[in-house]
């Protein structure tokens, strides 16, 4: 019979492509890994994997049983987490996962909301970054989030807009703030763009491209940096433009360069938030106490939709 200790150990030697990796992973011995994938292929009557060198490399066969194999660790940490809940939100863990720019829109207020209705909680914001936030969801390791999304269809996941921040282009030279931003204008800006390890699944990278492309032109930067920080910094000493989330011009602006202005790109541009969660998933009392404060907070900020 499958045993759920059997799927985590496929799926970390999945993902590492290595049993010895895995094991370090989840903690155990190897032989006690190399153990449990070799019964779950007797259990199923199928190889999983194939050795190659020191490592191993999954079949097709490995490849379909993934996906039932995440549903299934899922399903089972939904349902401690929900019997958990129930018995223990005066008292227990809130983990509640957030893209790392909700610094700009609250993020602290949110916290402190949660401990004034339940001060016995322990709250844990999870996430750097959107698509690293998505992952844990889709991987079990979350219940529910708040994240930026470009699309409201993920395959397995419930994607709920709840606001929307209009994209702003940022710059200490008044001239360049005077109109409007158009694509032929963006296209010859001089940008620094912060996300650069996400840069090909961050959402202002992708509505940015797509309102380029739509106009006939490709996106160039002159400087990648990780944070909007560091970006609005170097606006201000005059390397460049950027553009980002309003919420973090309004916040940022006026501790690091003041001198620096923000204009809308024409047409205007958003960033869509949304409340992501797997899809059919019956949602915690704690999850539903912070989708509830998350969202009212985001849309007192941002624009609601």
Request: some cysteine; aromatic content about 6%.
């Amino acid at each position: 019979m499958l045993s759920l200790h059997q799927l985590r150990c496929f799926l970390a030697t999945y993902e590492h492509g290595s049993l010895t990796a895995a094991a370090e992973e989840l903690g155990y011995a190897q032989p006690s890994v190399s153990e449990q994938v070799r019964g779950l292929e007797k259990t199923l009557g199928v190889p999983l994997f194939r050795r190659v060198g020191r490592g191993v490399v999954p079949t097709t066969l490995a490849d379909t049983l993934r996906p039932y194999a995440e549903q299934a660790i899922a399903a089972a940490e939904e349902a401690r987490r929900a019997v958990q809940s129930a018995v223990s939100l005066e008292s227990g863990t809130i983990r509640f996962g957030m893209f790392g720019a909700a610094r700009f829109y609250a993020g602290s207020q949110i916290v402190a909301d949660v401990l004034e209705r339940y001060p016995g909680v322990r709250v844990e914001l999870i996430g750097q970054h959107s698509n690293e936030v998505q992952e844990q969801l889709r991987r079990g390791h979350l219940e529910a989030a708040m994240i930026a999304v470009t699309s409201v269809e993920s395959e397995g996941m419930t994607v709920i807009p709840v606001a929307r921040d209009e994209l702003v282009y940022i710059s200490a030279d008044p001239e360049r703030l005077a109109s409007p931003v158009t694509a032929a204008r963006l296209a010859k800006a001089q940008l620094i763009m912060p996300e650069t390890t996400w840069r090909s699944t961050d959402s202002v990278r992708i509505v940015l491209r797509r309102f380029l492309h739509e106009a006939g032109y490709n996106p160039q930067t002159r400087i990648e940096v990780e944070e909007a920080e560091t970006a609005v910094d170097l606006v201000g000493r005059g390397f460049g433009d950027s553009v980002i989330p309003r919420g973090g011009a309004v916040q940022l602006i006026p501790q690091l360069a003041p001198h620096v202005g923000y204009v809308s790109l024409r047409p205007r541009q958003y960033d869509v938030m949304a409340i992501v969660h797997r899809a059919g998933a019956v949602l915690s009392p704690a999850a539903q106490v912070m989708i509830e404060v998350a969202t009212r907070h985001i849309q007192s900020i941002a624009e609601p939709i």
